[in-house]
């Protein structure tokens, strides 16, 4: 059987090269504590930044639509799957971002995969980021444009590439906060740059959704833009949101193109209506406790403040996603493993999801860490061999 074999081989050349991925089951909420294997971690790897996830009103709203609409949708959208909790959370998040409209998506990966496939072609053109996220590359992929990547954050090279092509649409996709460095792209350039050159802006706002911003809006807010005109904004309800599912919003002509085009959107199942009701409320928190944001900022400034004294390496990252780079995929696991020995969960992060040589162990603040959680961190990193 030679595929057996084949991926026999594959398989001790990934554990040889530290590259092996192993799943965790998580035997509680993924709050500020986790337990796994029957043992309690403080929890420094969860994407639920503002601690949303066991908040009792989400739980409620969730709970609620379980017992009036099911347990399912049972359907697309467009079939019979999109139901009055649908219709709220869309028109919720347009109002909120400061959109015409909006569209809901099972999970990120779809919404990614729908924009660039519904608006390009083969003659067109997309430039990405050089660390956008593997959905982003993966849609553009498969809408058959000719794909052309830009040195991180560099407006001017993505510039150049612009300048270069005169024919077709144009599209540029970034990340709002890169996902494994915690950066915040250059939008402002970014979109003078797409609006010089008649290019479609797109920003995956997935990290900075109900995090950046003073109300949560995200990263174009934060620099005075917003989903309107040439911009589209992606975000997912998976994160600050604490629910499932994802979003893009914008003009309106651009968000009834995807309802009549978006195979992601047309061929799927709706989201349950549970995750739906848990993310309206989250939305509505954003605004009602401004306080949890102001609390993960403060977290984020004294990891920063107590990191820099002991020595520990960190990028320039000023949102919750403070990755501590070591280079090599052993050493990231070593690290990785010595948080965990110490009862920390904070994970490695290898190949191919970040470049080879730059593997790091990925630590991320929440609004439930304290001061003491945060000291304990900053402890177990300085003790590590």
Not at 77 to 83: D, K, Q, R, S, T
Not at 183 to 208: E, F
Not at 217 to 229: E, H, K, N, T, V
């Amino acid at each position: 059987m030679p595929w057996r074999n084949e991926l026999c081989s594959q398989h001790a050349d990934r554990k040889a090269a530290s590259l092996w991925r192993e799943l965790r089951t998580l035997e509680s909420s993924p709050g500020r504590t986790v337990t796994i294997a029957g043992k309690s971690f403080l929890n420094f790897c969860s994407n639920n930044y503002l601690s949303l996830a066991n908040h009792r009103q989400l739980v409620a709203a969730a709970n609620a639509a379980t017992e009036k609409y099911g347990t399912g949708a049972t359907a697309s959208h467009l079939i019979i799957g999109h139901n009055t909790v649908h219709q709220q959370l869309e028109s919720r998040i347009a109002e909120f971002v400061g959109a015409e409209k909006s569209i809901l998506f099972s999970t990120g990966y779809m919404a990614n995969s729908a924009v660039p496939t519904t608006f390009l072609g083969r003659n067109d053109l997309i430039v990405q980021d050089r660390l956008n996220h593997a959905s982003m590359i993966d849609g553009a992929r498969l809408s058959t444009a000719k794909l052309q990547r830009y040195p991180h954050c560099d407006s001017v090279a993505a510039e150049q590439i612009l300048t270069k092509r005169d024919l077709g649409r144009k599209m540029l996709t970034t990340d709002g906060v890169f996902s494994m460095d915690g950066s915040i792209a250059p939008l402002a350039d970014l979109k003078t740059i797409c609006d010089r050159h008649h290019a479609m802006l797109v920003v995956d706002d997935a990290h900075g959704f109900g995090v950046v911003g003073d109300t949560g809006q995200g990263c174009l807010s934060s620099c005075g833009l917003g989903p309107r005109g040439n911009t589209l904004m992606l975000g997912t309800l998976s994160k600050a949101a604490a629910s499932f599912g994802a979003f893009v919003a914008g003009d309106a002509i651009y968000i009834d193109t995807l309802v009549q085009h978006a195979r992601p959107f047309i061929y799927t199942t709706a989201l349950p209506t549970s995750a739906a009701a848990a993310a309206l409320k989250a939305i509505e928190l954003f605004e009602a406790e401004t306080w949890r944001r102001a609390k993960l900022v403060d977290n984020i400034a004294q990891f920063r403040k107590l990191a820099v004294a002991a020595g520990v390496p960190l990028t320039e990252s000023t949102t919750p996603i403070q990755p501590i780079s070591v280079g090599d995929s052993q050493s990231a696991l070593q690290l990785a493993n010595h948080l965990q020995q110490n009862g920390i969960m904070a994970i490695a992060i290898r190949p191919p999801t970040v470049p080879s040589g730059q593997s790091r162990v990925r630590i991320t603040l929440m609004t439930d860490h304290t001061r003491e959680d945060i000291e304990n961190l900053i402890a177990v990193l300085k003790s590590a061999p």
